[in-house]
T-cell receptor, first 112, second 114 residues
Framework: NAGVTQTPKFRILKIGQSMTLQCAQD?????MYWYRQDPGMGLKLIYY???????DKGEVPNGYNVSRSTTEDFPLRLELAAPSQTSVYFC???????????FGSGTRLTVV | AQSVTQPDIHITVSEGASLELRCNYS??????LFWYVQSPGQGLQLLLK??????LVQGIKGFEAEFKRSQSSFNLRKPSVHWSDAAEYFC????????????FGPGTRLSVLP
């Protein structure tokens, strides 16, 4: 049972480039989330999904997009990378809120 | 909107000593409360959770936490710390089944002296 798998683990982007962070879970969880983690700031919710075909904005959605075509996959798209998007990105999933989240191991992104 | 504070940015304890990490939340009703641990370069792992019932909850790795409504606190404790407990610890609070209303604290980094 792999849990939540994120790829890539590390990436360096130039300003203005685009990329997709991949996230897949094999636990048949309906809820999936994308967070970014900055030092001393905890985790900030970017986008979340309550099921295939349904997504919604979190606290810091600007500059990002998501899709949820299947239960398993929840990719995060950065269209025009900016230095402010330098961060560690975590994908998580849950069966329900009371169950807590299962997190991936993260993607460390640097925009230069 | 709910919020979470963790007053201690960094705590250092000796191996074998007891540990208490503080967490305070701001929310009108009884929220869902969680503690997560993050080892260097890893994702977060759920330690324990509370949403109703007994206010003292047991978690994995020998951790426990106590919900105190009067103090709006959910402090994490461990009677004897091991070197492998060195990590960052996050308190989180949620109030319903949607991630939009789920907030993480800034984290407390724990160092363990041999």
């Amino acid at each position: 049972n792999a849990g939540v798998t994120q790829t890539p683990k590390f990436r360096i982007l130039k300003i203005g480039q685009s990329m997709t962070l991949q996230c897949a879970q094999d636990m048949n969880h309906n809820y999936m989330y994308w967070y970014r983690q900055d030092p001393g700031m905890g985790l900030k919710l970017i986008y979340y999904s309550v099921g295939a075909g349904i997504t919604d904005k979190g606290e810091v959605p600007n500059g990002y997009n998501v899709s949820r075509s299947t239960t398993e996959d929840f990719p995060l798209r950065l269209e025009l990378a900016a230095p402010s998007q330098t961060s560690v990105y975590f994908c998580a999933s849950s069966y329900g809120q009371k169950d807590g989240y299962t997190f991936g191991s993260g993607t460390r992104l640097t925009v230069v | 909107a709910q919020s979470v504070t963790q007053p201690d940015i960094h705590i250092t304890v000796s191996e074998g000593a007891s540990l208490e990490l503080r967490c305070n939340y701001s929310y009108g009703a009884t929220p869902y409360l969680f503690w997560y641990v993050q080892s260097p370069g890893q994702g977060l792992q759920l330690l324990l959770k509370y949403f109703s019932g007994d206010t003292l909850v047991q978690g994995i790795k020998g951790f426990e936490a106590e919900f105190k409504r009067s103090q709006s606190s959910f402090n994490l404790r461990k009677p004897s710390v091991h070197w492998s407990d060195a990590a960052e610890y996050f308190c989180a609070v949620g109030k319903d089944n949607y991630g939009q209303n789920f907030v993480f604290g800034p984290g407390t980094r724990l160092s363990v002296l041999p």
